[in-house]
């Protein structure tokens, strides 16, 4: 049986691969595939990758292509996500900024460099036509740092995925101040160049397997409830989630890719845009 070590963001976009999981959906198929939660998001996960904790990721697609033409030797094997992700630009409940503007040179609290959480700073910061000279960074590591770092003042705002943030808001934790999509599709499936290489057969299988499950996820009998249950959520958030999100199937596509790399090289976030086959590589 082949083992495959995959990691993810603690988040409900990745519920299908649960469900294969703690249905033995995958050991059917004589795959040992083991599942680990990153809560530093894209940033700990590509740190992972090189360690060679983990085989395969579920990373944000931004993050991801910085960090191949950083020169990281991954490929993106699947899109997952087809659609944006609604990022929420979040202060301390108590915090006297109400509006973006009042945001401007002020510190953005992220969870690493090189995270979506740092990259969709400069892509906000464009957005609202800011000199990205002026960004400012704290790193908190993950969620939780954040909770701690705004009330303190050490950091100002933070950037992280509307739905998963909502609690906090509802809890008067946090104060929305806007959402920020990204113009892309926002989850890609990524494995090392050298894992993809020896072991392309096995990854394509339980890309089927959970390809199987994500096309009809949300026709899974009470899946909002499940879900709500699961990530403690309103289930009223999850089904407007729900009609927002679309679960991929195939590649991400060229011109889906040089968007992205567009992006990042007129953020000056990287020095060189890479040919699509240099980024992506579908197994069979």
Request: glycine content about 6%; aromatic content about 10%.
């Amino acid at each position: 049986m082949k083992s495959i070590k995959v990691g993810g963001v603690p988040e409900h976009f990745n519920f299908p691969w649960h469900i294969c999981l703690e249905k033995g959906l995958l050991k059917e198929q004589n795959l040992d595939v083991t599942w680990t939660d990153f809560d530093g998001g894209t940033g700990e996960l590509c740190r992972a990758l090189h360690a060679k904790e983990i085989d395969v990721a579920l990373v944000l697609t931004e993050g991801i292509i910085k960090e191949i033409e950083d020169g990281s030797p991954f490929k993106i094997i699947q899109e997952y996500i087809a659609s944006p992700l609604i990022w929420g630009i979040h202060v301390a409940a108590n915090s006297s900024y109400q509006h973006m503007n009042d945001l401007e040179k002020t510190t953005s609290a992220i969870s690493r460099y090189g995270s979506g959480s740092h990259l969709m700073t400069y892509v906000n910061a464009k957005y609202q036509q800011w000199d990205p000279k002026n960004l400012k960074f704290e790193v908190v590591n993950n969620l939780d740092g954040a909770v701690e770092a705004l009330p303190k003042d050490e950091a100002q705002y933070f950037m992280w995925e509307h739905f998963t943030t909502k609690p906090l808001v509802d809890n008067g934790t946090f104060r929305r101040i806007a959402d920020c999509p990204t113009p892309w599709p926002c989850f890609m499936i990524v494995s090392t160049e050298q894992f993809i290489a020896k072991n392309s057969t096995e990854l394509k299988e339980m890309l089927e397997v959970i390809n199987g499950v994500s096309k009809d996820f949300k026709e899974i009998p009470r899946i909002s409830r499940l879900l709500a249950e699961r990530y403690q959520q309103n289930e009223e958030d999850i089904l407007k989630w729900l009609d927002l999100t679309e679960w991929s199937q195939k590649q991400i596509k060229p011109e889906e890719v040089l968007t992205v790399q567009n992006q990042l090289y007129d953020l000056g976030l990287i020095a060189q845009k890479s040919d699509y086959e240099d980024i992506c590589q579908s197994v069979s």
